[in-house]
T-cell receptor, first 111, second 116 residues
Framework: KQEVTQIPAALSVPEGENLVLNCSFTDSAIYNLQWFRQDPGKGLTSLLLIQSSQREQTSGRLNASLDKSSGRSTLYIAASQPGDSATYLCAVPDSNYQLIWGAGTKLIIKP | GAGVSQSPSNKVTEKGKDVELRCDPI?????LYWYRQRLGQGLEFLIYFQGNSAPDKSGLPSDRFSAERTGESVSTLTIQRTQQEDSAVYLC??????????????FGPGTRLTVL
């Protein structure tokens, strides 16, 4: 059974710093991996999707990497801004194509 | 174009009443998903539609929960005889493709259900 873990559970850093969020999964036979952000009281926003054949994806200041063999993905945020404050979630589809979610990393960027 | 929309945005109901939640996916998206998120907890998968069919209903918490999708478009999630533990935000998502070729899921704003 696929399990997804995110470390750390919470992170607080000063504005301008670069940071890395971690996601690990137990079953490396994944189709893809998605990173989302969730803002309080709002829905989920998809940030990046990495296909199983890819090693990384970039969107603006965000870069997500995928290492299937080790069951890990990282989300790198460059030059963090207060607007980046949110909960970041990673998810992978299981054999029934349901998304299995990590518990998230709550990120606070201090001005 | 328009994103995923859900209605109502908020629903307060009394224990034992039935509620119906609606999801309008992005036009042309063949896959539709329902999730539940209780306060302070992670997302819980409920059901997935490929077209109008639901290959797997095992995520539905009990037989009080049912869902349907028509016209490969709108979906409704019905909760009968609501209980206080049903209180949560119910999120709907759609993706262009489902199954093994599943791609980016786009989420609606959710329906916050409160059962008194």
């Amino acid at each position: 059974k696929q399990e997804v873990t995110q470390i750390p559970a919470a992170l607080s850093v000063p504005e301008g710093e670069n940071l890395v969020l971690n996601c690990s999964f137990t079953d490396s036979a994944i189709y893809n991996l998605q990173w989302f952000r969730q803002d309080p009281g709002k829905g989920l926003t998809s940030l990046l999707l990495i296909q199983s054949s890819q090693r990384e994806q970039t969107s603006g200041r965000l870069n997500a990497s995928l290492d299937k063999s080790s069951g890990r993905s990282t989300l790198y945020i460059a030059a963090s801004q207060p607007g980046d404050s949110a909960t970041y979630l990673c998810a992978v589809p299981d054999s029934n194509y349901q998304l299995i979610w990590g518990a998230g990393t709550k990120l606070i960027i201090k001005p | 174009g328009a994103g995923v929309s859900q209605s109502p945005s908020n629903k307060v109901t009394e224990k034992g009443k039935d509620v119906e939640l609606r999801c309008d996916p992005i036009s042309g998206h063949t896959a539709l998903y329902w999730y539940r998120q209780r306060l302070g907890q992670g997302l819980e998968f409920l059901i997935y539609f490929q077209g109008n069919s639901a290959p797997d209903k095992s995520g539905l918490p009990s037989d009080r929960f049912s869902a349907e999708r028509t016209g490969e478009s709108v979906s409704t999630l019905t909760i009968q005889r609501t209980q206080q533990e049903d209180s949560a935000v119910y999120l709907c998502a759609s993706s262009l493709r489902g199954g093994p070729n599943t791609d980016t899921q786009y989420f609606g704003p959710g329906t916050r259900l409160t059962v008194l």
